[in-house]
């Protein structure tokens, strides 16, 4: 069973960064698709970011699209989501997932690991 540790998340003001990290157990990292999501008070779990098995390829949420960047470090076996430009309405839980998938997938049905979360609170 993979284990997903997210750290980094805190609170930041608005039009401040803040680098989320995800450690993964397991030897079979690199072979699937990893992705954040995050779930605001209230509302529903959305997609924010994946990133393809390789690291060749990225989707983003159209809400954070030039804003936040993921990456993935397979020898490390960690994905990074790194946030700029923050907004109060990116106040939520952030989780990491590890997909079922091999591509960048945006679904959550896709995908079959998730971590515990970690709080980003940004204020205005």
């Known amino acids: 069973q993979v284990q997903l540790v997210e750290s980094g998340g805190g609170l930041v003001q608005a039009g401040g960064s803040l680098r989320l990290s995800c450690a993964a157990s397991?030897?079979?990292?690199?072979?699937?698709?990893m992705g954040w999501f995050r779930q605001a008070p209230g509302k529903e779990r959305e997609f924010v970011a994946s990133?393809?098995?390789?690291?060749?390829?990225?989707t983003y949420a159209g809400s954070v699209k030039g804003r936040f960047t993921i990456s993935r470090d397979n020898v490390k076996n960690t994905v990074i989501l790194q946030m700029n430009s923050l907004k109060p309405e990116d106040t939520a839980v952030y989780y990491c997932a590890k997909s079922l998938r091999y591509t960048a997938v945006s679904f959550s049905t896709d995908f079959g690991s998730w971590g515990q979360g970690t709080q980003v609170t940004v204020s205005s």
């Open positions: 397991g030897r079979t990292f690199s072979s699937y698709a």
């Open positions: 990133i393809s098995a390789s690291g060749g390829s990225t």
